[in-house]
């Protein structure tokens, strides 16, 4: 009997596994007007836990044409070096197409096959569970997932949408849920409702909820004045974050303070790159405030309003009337002064990531000392 009870114990393991439900490939709804739609959307990747990686391994493992643009998606400072470890959970801004109601991410990335590797494990262990075996093997016509040949690109159709929310543009994020998550947790963290993730996942109750299972979060964008004929005129930033826009000149972000667009020249390109951006006077993310005591709230501000390329490169702004005191009604004369360190709306996070270097820069001095 010992034999047997042996066996029984090394073979639990494996009806559990069997017996746990798995969750299912991820399908984005994207319901395109057009015959094929295309956005931006975002890649929630968990870097291995046991291995050190790098921004730039995360660049190239999705094929990432700009340094910049990873830097932006996560509020990164642009001084940030290509060598610094990844922050986990890192987004990925990706282009994402619509077709026959689901949506897919477009050309990228994909991945050369290596010796010992299965479709199973592309999936799993290289893109942390963002997507499955079947997946991977219907995008390139497998059809056996074990057996793959040593060099052969696949494409990996990572899941993404286009599509509104409650009538309203968003930016969607493909999420993997880690162990011990709720709906409720997910969607306060990420700024939207339990109702709107059950709805937009398709599931009955939060109970169905899954570890490892890849949610569709819409997240909400600022609002912005960018013109419906400029270029980027489907700019779509969420909070905490930043984008480049006018062949970089122009960088935007976005904060929950406002939920407005608030966009500025890059800092460190010269006019000889970038045509400078004015309203009149007034340079672009700058604004004038009234001096007239009768209307001590009123002030204009200088907005980005998008770029064109018709025939000359041309930065669009738009001067516009706002009012410029705070919740409280205290107008900007009379509010308490604040570090303009930057202009988008995120010193709070980019002055932490300064304190948790200089701590480890102090430790290590502590460290190192005789």
């Known amino acids: 009997m010992a034999p047997l009870s042996l066996s029984l114990l090394l073979l639990l393991p494996l009806l559990l596994l069997l017996l746990t439900p798995s969750p299912a490939a991820a399908r984005f709804t994207c319901n395109a007007k057009s015959r094929a739609t295309t956005c931006q959307a975002l890649i929630s990747y968990t870097p291995p836990p046991n291995a050190t990686t790098t921004l730039r391994d995360v660049r190239t493992l999705f094929q990432l044409r700009s340094h910049r643009a990873l830097l932006a998606a996560n509020a990164l400072p642009l001084t940030t070096p290509q060598t610094a ?10 282009p994402c197409l619509c077709s026959g109601g689901a949506g897919a991410t477009f050309q990228r ?54 599509d509104p929310v409650g009538g309203v543009g968003v930016v969607h994020l493909a999420y993997v849920v880690p162990a011990g998550s709720s709906i409720a947790g997910i969607a306060e963290e990420h700024g939207t409702t339990e109702q709107t993730l059950l709805q937009l996942n398709r599931l009955p109750d939060a109970k169905s909820l899954l570890a490892g299972q890849v949610l569709d979060v819409p997240l909400r964008v600022c609002s912005s004045a960018i013109s419906n004929t400029a270029i980027d005129s489907n700019l779509r930033v969420p909070n905490a974050s930043y984008i480049l826009t006018a062949n970089n000149c122009i960088m935007c972000g976005c904060s929950s303070n406002t939920w407005q667009l608030d966009c500025q020249p890059t800092q460190g390109l010269t006019s000889a790159v970038c045509p400078v951006a004015k309203c009149g006077d007034l340079f672009l993310g700058n604004t004038s405030v009234t001096t007239s005591p009768a209307s001590p709230c009123e002030g204009t501000a200088c907005l980005y309003a998008g770029y064109t390329n018709t025939t000359s490169f041309t930065i669009l702004t738009n001067l516009t009337s706002s009012s410029m005191c705070d919740a409280a009604g205290l107008s900007p004369a ?37």
């Open 109 to 162: 990335p994909t991945y050369t096959v290596r010796a010992g590797d299965t479709l199973d494990a592309v999936a799993r262990g290289v893109f942390a569970g963002l997507l499955t075996y079947r997946d991977i093997a219907a995008a390139n016509n497998v059809s056996d997932p074990n057996r793959v040949a040593v060099g052969q690109d696949l494409r990996v159709p990572l899941p993404c949408s286009c």
């Open 85 to 94: 470890p990844s922050p986990s959970p890192i987004r990925v801004r990706l």
């Open 334 to 370: 009379a509010q308490p002064s604040h570090s303009s360190a930057s202009g988008l709306g995120l010193p709070a996070l980019w002055s932490w990531s300064g304190l948790v270097v200089g701590i480890h820069i102090v430790l290590l001095c502590l460290v190192s000392a005789p």
